[in-house]
């Protein structure tokens, strides 16, 4: 059992920056790879990032390319997601999974509690 517990959300205004966090309670944190989606009520869970086990390759979403940036520390067993020039749209809770190196969120295994980021125009 993987258990995540991500970290970092809160309040900012647009064009800020902030650094979510996601640790992962399992030695063997390398062999999953990480996403992060986000939702907002009334919908889905959308895709945002993902990293590979390794960390050598990452994919994102085209609305954040450009202002997120994942990364991971395999030996914090934790996975990052960096988040510039925030805005308003950007407002939603946003999660960590554990899984297969994909897009689709049916896919991943293992999903944190979720951090709220808000972002104010």
């Known amino acids: 059992q993987v258990q995540l517990v991500e970290s970092g959300g809160g309040l900012v205004q647009a064009g800020g920056s902030l650094r979510l966090s996601c640790a992962a309670s399992?030695?063997?944190?390398?062999?999953?790879?990480m996403g992060w989606f986000r939702q907002v009520p009334g919908k889905e869970h959308e895709f945002v990032a993902a990293?590979?086990?390794?960390?050598?390759?990452?994919v994102y979403t085209g609305s954040v390319k450009g202002r997120f940036t994942i990364s991971r520390d395999n030996a914090k067993n934790t996975v990052y997601l960096q988040m510039n020039s925030l805005k308003p749209e950007d407002t939603a809770v946003y999660y960590c999974?554990?899984?297969?190196?994909?897009?689709?969120?049916?896919?991943?295994?293992?999903w944190g509690q979720g951090t709220q980021v808000t972002v104010s125009s």
């Open positions: 999974a554990a899984g297969p190196f994909t897009t689709s969120r049916e896919e991943y295994n293992y």
């Open positions: 399992v030695r063997t944190f390398g062999r999953y790879a």
């Open positions: 990293i590979t086990r390794s960390g050598s390759s990452t």
